[in-house]
């Protein structure tokens, strides 16, 4: 299927979808659902991990899970998506550091960061099932992780708030898994908003909810590219970045982070930087900026000016932080060239993945119907074209919510 309408947020399927997945558990009378959905990135991109601003959105994309919690300290959990049952004993999570090797890794490496964390775990079996499509760069990981801590989490302790819970799952990631990912991507996932993106600053923790503009769509094309060495050069690039702030660091007050650091300070430094960092923490000081410039804009209505912005972080992402890749040139170049298209740029980590487009309501259609025809000619490869709401967080699905 080429194209997908947030299939989560339809009524008829929101409910049909929950009944499989239920059936599937054995419809238990102490069956709960809770889902937690993907993100895109609207601007802000290799910002997290430099304690600076991001500002993502959750989308009607979404790992669902059914579960029925146990007395064993184990989970056997069901994908539906890879039709596999995997298991995990808790008393196996006490090696931490290790490389994922299977989906299951993700719901280890957040038992493992709950109880890192002094949050009491309990056992579940459960199925689960995901739209989110795997390695397209929209956080089907971090939506897997925070489904996980729902179903993990044993009620009588107090919940954490969003933030500390996506800290938690980030920890996971970062120490079990292997992968040095930032927050963005599990804060998105746990303190999503309905119609609205979160600037989110990830040095405080702090976050506001922002709306999308009436009369725009959020649409995401998938370059269908594999991502190629994208953990290996994801943690290549976060070393640069610290290296970069810990020479600047040697001349200048107060830089913990390149989130100290500004466009002056940058340049009187620049010749005691690698050229490589230098680079690097060009694109991360200008990003930063982009953001608050974006945000701006957008509520001033200035949608030529976001346009822009987006164009300027592209560029960036390709130029100086290398990441692009020709795909991910491809797809914004077709985008461009169509009308009502307001802004367009590759989204996430980069090295394939999606690209975020900023659409006036009505040329949603045009978008797509150009970018199926012209981005497999171009590329050989197969396109996706999701039309993407911004939905609201991680939790459990109520009854009331499949009744509408
Ligand atoms: C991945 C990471 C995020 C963030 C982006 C790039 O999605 O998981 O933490 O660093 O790349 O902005």
Same mark, same amino acid.
């Given at each position: 299927m080429n194209q997908s309408t947030s299939p989560d947020r339809d009524g008829q399927a929101f409910s049909a979808r929950a009944g499989t997945l239920l059936e599937r558990l054995?419809?238990?009378?102490?069956a709960t659902l809770v889902r937690a959905p993907g993100r895109v990135n609207l601007i802000g991109e290799h910002t997290d991990y430099n304690e600076g601003f991001v500002l993502p959105a959750a989308i009607g994309l979404e790992v669902w899970l059914a579960f029925e919690p146990w007395d064993r300290p184990r989970v056997e959990l069901t994908s539906a998506e890879f039709g596999e049952t995997c298991a995990l004993d808790?008393?196996?999570?006490?090696?931490?550091?290790r490389q994922a090797v299977s989906w299951i890794d993700y719901v280890a490496g957040t038992a493992w960061a709950m109880r890192e964390a002094g949050l009491p775990i309990r056992g579940f079996r459960g199925v689960l099932d995901s739209t989110i499509p795997v390695g397209?760069? %929209?956080s089907s990981s971090a939506a897997l992780e925070l489904a996980s801590s729902w179903a993990l989490a044993d009620p009588s302790a107090p919940r954490p708030a969003a933030p500390r819970m996506a800290a938690i799952a980030q920890r996971g990631e970062n120490a079990y898994v292997g992968v040095n990912c930032g927050i963005m991507d599990q804060f998105a996932s746990a303190a999503g908003a309905d119609g609205h993106c979160l600037l989110i600053d990830c040095r405080t923790m702090e976050f506001r909810a922002t709306p999308i503009p009436e009369g725009l769509s959020i649409l995401v094309c998938d370059t269908g590219s594999p991502r190629r060495l994208s953990t290996s050069e994801y943690n290549t690039r976060r070393s640069e970045c610290e290296l970069g702030a810990r020479l600047i660091a040697e001349r200048e007050q107060?830089?913990?982070? %390149?989130?100290?650091?500004?466009a002056a300070m940058l340049s009187r430094n620049r010749s005691r930087l690698p050229e490589v960092v230098a680079r690097r923490c060009e694109h991360v000081v200008q990003e930063d900026a982009r953001v608050m410039a974006a945000v701006a804009s957008l509520a001033a209505g200035d949608l030529d000016e976001v346009g822009r912005l987006f164009a300027a972080s592209h560029a960036s992402l390709r130029d100086l932080y290398e990441v692009g890749s020709t795909a991910l040139d491809a797809m914004v170049e077709i985008a461009r060239d169509?009308?009502?298209?307001v802004a367009s740029r590759m989204t996430g980590a980069g090295f394939g993945g999606c690209t975020v487009n900023l659409v006036h309501n009505g040329a949603e259609e045009e978008l797509r119907r150009r970018v199926l025809a012209e981005y497999p000619a171009r590329t050989g490869l197969e396109p996706r074209v999701f039309v993407a709401s911004a939905v609201a967080g991680a939790g459990p699905i109520l009854a009331g919510d499949l009744t509408r």
């Open positions: 054995g419809a238990p009378a102490g808790f008393d196996d999570l006490t090696t931490g550091h397209s760069g %929209l107060g830089v913990k982070a %390149l989130r100290d650091v500004d169509v009308p009502g298209v």
